[in-house]
């Protein structure tokens, strides 16, 4: 099937390549042209696990193409995803410009039958704005061709967005009728062979269910995140108590390990939308909007620990701090808790050495280049002569340690660990001070 995929981000890339890598023939288009020619030359702008490979094949065997030319970009599919950019407003709605502006361009270009696909998460209520905007851009130039508009978000991770775009757990569909549902069969099947998957809907309810799954697995990670500083408060260990609630299957182990505050270009954003969206219907959110607050809150937990152990005034100290980007796998650094800990750290006076596997580049173009945050090419160039280490992001290569080296290399034996990821009782036999996340000091 021939497919056209507006906007070349994270969901627009990952989504053609996993298409092309089963036989569509996809043509991506994006107003980048640096982007663009890049991705010609085998430059992907993202780091992805298994994302280059397929990028590289599909682009040499022509199954995948890169354009900024519009016009030929809506010849080309019969299905056309929007999978542009949906940034928050100054007041945390999503802000549909760009995905509006895509409708228009296929509308202007548009001379025969297409479906039109969201697959940016978007508002409840934009497959309607899509619709209009087709509507309106045809009458304007006096054209009435055949469309149809289905709202099917993504619920790709990052850092594992090829695997879980090859084998999604479903795929929602939201259609206004039953025109294009043969269609869209047509573009799943190859993913959908051994049970069906396909889950067929109105098209807000498709809508919401992105936003209801995002936001549902945040509560899940602020929930825990409170119940881990009342474990704290309480004496009790968090650690027990998450595998003690998880073995209920009705609660299940996912998603309920606490740590420094969730990140992202997703959850944040998505939790805030909705919020918006309820309070614009003049329904107050309690539980979303506490979520929110609740993981801004966690984010000061690491510089808060810090503080409380070296005193609020960190002039003269250095820290070494492992892990920078939201979550393991990725560069991504949008509203990781690191930016908080590292904004906090140097505001009181301290010089950070930080590490990360991907994310140096992004954390450089963040934060520029100064004395106060340096940053180094190995975990343990990170360590020598700070005064404790810092752990944000459970990355692989931090699970286990030559504790002795650490030890040896810090001014003093104490650790910060955001993640969870170590044995107290084994820390503190080694001769460590070990701070995390609801299990006491
Ligand atoms: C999230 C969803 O998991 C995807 O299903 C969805 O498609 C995607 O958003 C999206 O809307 O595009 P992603 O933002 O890539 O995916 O990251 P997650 O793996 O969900 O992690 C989000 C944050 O939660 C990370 O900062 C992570 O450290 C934190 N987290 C996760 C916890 O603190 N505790 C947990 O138990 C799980």
């Known amino acids: 099937m021939k497919v056209t995929v507006f906007g070349i981000g994270y969901v627009g890339l990952v989504q053609a390549a996993v298409l092309a890598e089963v036989g569509h023939q996809v043509m991506c288009v994006d107003v980048d042209q640096k982007k663009v020619d890049n991705l010609k030359k085998g430059i992907i702008p993202i780091y992805e696990p298994g994302l280059t490979p397929l990028v590289e094949q599909h682009y040499a065997n022509g199954n995948l193409q890169f354009t900024t030319d519009a016009q030929d970009a809506v010849a080309h599919g019969e299905v056309q995803f929007i999978a542009v950019g949906t940034p928050p407003d100054e007041d945390g709605s999503a802000d549909l410009k760009y995905v509006l502006a895509v409708a228009e361009t296929i509308a202007r270009f548009m001379s025969e039958p297409k479906v039109i696909i969201t697959k940016s998460t978007v508002p409840v209520g934009t497959a309607d704005k899509v619709t209009a905007k087709v509507q309106q851009t045809q009458a304007s130039l006096n054209k009435t061709v055949e469309f149809d508009v289905v709202s099917n978000p993504e619920f790709l991770k ?133 979520v929110e607050e609740v993981n801004n809150r966690q984010k000061f937990k690491l510089p808060g620990l810090v503080k409380q152990h070296f005193g609020a005034e960190l002039a003269g100290k250095t820290f070494a701090l492992w892990g920078l980007s939201f979550k393991p796998n990725t560069d991504d650094m949008r509203e990781a808790s690191s930016r908080t800990l590292i904004t906090e750290l140097i505001a009181a006076g301290a010089t950070v050495k930080a590490y990360d596997p991907e994310a140096m580049e992004e954390t450089q173009r963040i934060f520029g280049v100064s004395d106060e945050l340096v940053l180094v090419g190995t975990k343990e160039a990170a360590l020598k002569n700070a005064d404790a280490l810092i752990i944000c992001t459970e990355w692989q290569q931090f699970r286990a340690p030559d504790f002795d080296l650490i030890k040896q290399q810090l001014k003093n034996a104490v650790i910060f660990d955001g993640r969870n990821m170590f044995d107290p009782a084994r820390l503190s036999k080694k001769g460590f001070v070990y701070y995390a996340i609801g299990r006491g000091e």
Request: with cysteine; glycine share 8%.
């Open 158 to 290: 990052e850092g594992a967005a090829v695997n879980d775009c090859m084998r999604p757990d479903r795929i929602i569909v939201g259609t206004y009728n039953n025109n294009p549902i043969d269609l869209m069969r047509e573009l799943y099947e190859p993913f959908n062979r051994n049970h069906d998957k396909m889950v067929f809907m109105d098209v807000r309810s498709a809508e919401l269910t992105k936003y209801a799954a995002n936001c549902m697995l945040a509560t899940k990670i602020s929930f825990m995140n409170e119940m881990a500083n009342l474990a704290e408060i309480l004496g009790a260990d968090i650690e027990n108590v998450r595998k003690g609630i998880g073995s209920d299957p009705r609660i299940g182990y996912h998603f309920i390990y606490p740590g420094c505050g969730y990140g992202g270009s997703c959850f944040p954003k998505d939790v805030q939308a909705l919020i918006r969206t309820a309070e614009g219907e003049h329904y107050q959110p309690k539980i979303l909007q506490a």
